[in-house]
């Protein structure tokens, strides 16, 4: 009884220190994550969601956003695979609309894509970011 009392609390500082790490990692910014193509260079960073589709529902899947001077992209804080990650070119952006998230907050925006691709995001201010992304877009032309 002595073993299993001693191993739960090891069990215990275990997982607290865990979601401290986490906490700490996701502090900040991380450009590093990006890829960038030659002459591409991030404007500007931000957090937030992407909504991606799933079978039954939308997932959310929290990160950070970079936007270059080519393109929006975001990769999750746990990115499992390579479809989890978005970019898209500043050339392929038909038309950025804003929604609200769960039907209540203002906060979220979708991309369309000339391809008929839509790609829902959820950003804090997203008025400045929309701002920002038809200002490049421009600068493009």
């Not at 009392?5 to 220190?17: E, K, P, R």
């Not at 991380?30 to 890829?35: E, T």
């Not at 959310?60 to 898209?88: H, W």
Request: aromatic share 12%; with cysteine.
């Amino acid at each position: 009884m002595f073993l299993i009392s001693i191993f739960a609390h090891l069990l215990g500082i275990l997982i607290i220190f865990g979601i401290i790490m986490l906490i700490v990692k996701c502090r900040g910014f991380h450009p590093q994550k990006f890829s960038l193509l030659e002459g591409e260079e991030i404007i500007k960073m931000a957090k937030g969601d992407y909504w991606q589709d799933s079978m039954f529902s939308k997932t959310q899947l929290s990160g950070e956003f970079a936007f270059t001077n080519k393109r929006v992209m975001f990769v999750p804080y746990f990115c499992l695979a390579d479809n989890q990650k978005v970019t898209i070119p500043l050339e392929n952006i038909e038309s950025i609309e804003k929604t609200l998230l769960k039907n209540i907050f203002p906060v979220a925006f979708v991309i369309n894509t000339k391809d008929e691709e839509s790609y829902e995001f959820a950003i804090m201010k997203r008025d400045i970011y929309i701002d920002l992304i038809e200002s490049l877009i421009q600068k493009q032309d």
